[in-house]
């Protein structure tokens, strides 16, 4: 009876042995005779580049103003309508509003008479002193009678001077029924219209900013404070000018950055809140044959800021790229057509392709459209 057992189950262990043997056998020969897949391949480019950090900021004007009244009374005349024009812009100069300047009128003319009163009374005092130091010379008349004229001669001269100040004010005044634009720019709607009684507590009227040049502010983060810092003493810099620090520019709606512009101020001091410093771009902002300029105070921009010169590097596709856990890889197609994986090291983008910091030869070959149908070994097709 335990010899039958035995032999049952050497006899099971026998046809297990087979069974296992013959679906190796089959995974081998399936495995050598599968397809290849059909993928498609691409060598790295090699270019030169320029590294950059890409920032979002808020534009602003160079020159903004509120315009306000310098004096009392009601306006006669609003000079400007900005819904003629799409972005109406003024001159530094032109008239915006117009006060009723009568009672300031009326106020210079007192004061211009009040101005020929007064050197009315300096000639006559003159004559006086001079036929005074005559009689006194001759013991006509006494030192006090003297001093007396001197007197009057000085009073006399002291009201000149408040009447020439009191004509100057009253001229400015008048002139300020005249209100005009100080900077040229773009101009906001009127926020009182004709009748209205405007003072100097009234508040603002209207306001301009200006649009050519215009600002750009953003925040820079500290390593790459550092790093600008060190290329500025290393003459690393790019731009035109000595130790200047160019900028790319685009807009909410811009693929790209089309806008070319410079660094042209940094704060004093880093927030320690942050770990940032505030910094300033300058851009032109010319006006096209139609239509207003392209940049307006308070835009959302995207800011480019390129860092060093160009140098030679390799760039893939972004579409060859995989991620493994945070990790970025590529299928490296070796001489036998089989498929590597490789770790790489990413940069910035440039126009769509990726640059590649470290783990690959500008001589070898890449999956750049396949990557879900392969696996690392796979044997490949192109």
């Known amino acids: 009876m335990a010899v039958r057992i035995l032999a049952t189950v050497v006899s099971l262990g026998v046809l297990l042995l087979c069974v ?52 009392s009374g009601y306006l006669t005349k609003v000079a400007f309508d900005p819904s003629i024009e ?13 006060i009723d300047e009568r ?23 003159s004559a006086e002193l001079a036929r005074t130091e005559e009689l006194v010379a001759t013991k006509a008349a006494t030192a006090r009678d003297l001093e007396r004229d001197v007197g009057r001669k000085a009073e006399a001269e002291a009201a000149i001077k408040s009447g020439t100040a009191a004509v100057a ?65 290393d ?40 770990g940032t410093m505030r910094v300033r771009g300058v851009f032109p902002n010319p006006k096209p044959d139609r239509g207003p300029r392209a940049l307006a105070p308070g835009l959302f921009a995207r800011v480019r800021l390129p860092l060093g010169k160009p140098h030679k590097a390799l760039l893939v596709s972004e579409r060859a790229i ?20 490789r770790r790489v090291k990413l940069g910035t983008l440039h126009d769509g392709l990726r640059v590649i910091l470290d783990g690959l030869q500008a001589s070898e070959r890449i999956v750049v459209n396949g990557l879900q149908r392969v696996r690392p070994g796979a044997k490949v097709d192109f």
Do not use: W
């Open 322 to 341: 995989g991620r493994d856990q945070g990790q970025a890889f590529v299928f490296v197609v070796s001489a036998e057509n089989e498929v590597v994986y």
């Open 169 to 233: 004010q009253a001229t400015l005044d008048r002139g300020f029924t005249k209100i005009a634009a100080p900077i040229a720019g773009r101009i906001s709607r009127p926020l009182l219209t004709e009748g209205n009684l405007v003072t100097p507590g009234t508040g603002t009227l209207t306001t301009i900013v200006s649009v050519d040049p215009i600002h750009v502010y953003f925040d820079i983060d500290e390593p790459t404070l550092l790093t600008l810092q060190k290329q500025v003493r």
């Open 20 to 71: 296992t043997g013959c679906e190796k056998s089959n995974a081998a020969a399936e495995k050598q005779t599968a397809a290849p897949v059909k993928v498609e391949v691409a060598a790295p480019i090699e270019q030169d580049v320029t590294d950059y950090q890409d920032f979002t900021g808020r534009l602003d004007a160079v020159e903004s103003v509120e315009i306000r009244s310098r004096v």
């Open 86 to 98: 799409l972005g109406a812009e003024v001159k530094a100069g032109d008239l915006l509003f117009e």
């Open 103 to 125: 009672p300031y009128q009326n106020a210079l003319a007192s004061a211009e008479a009040q101005l020929g009163a007064a050197e009315a009374q300096f000639k006559t005092a």
């Open 235 to 274: 003459g690393q810099l790019a731009g035109p000018q000595k130790e200047e620090i160019p900028l790319l520019m685009g807009l909410a709606n811009d693929s790209g950055y089309s806008y070319q512009g410079k660094l042209d101020y940094v704060e004093n001091r880093v927030d320690p809140n942050t």
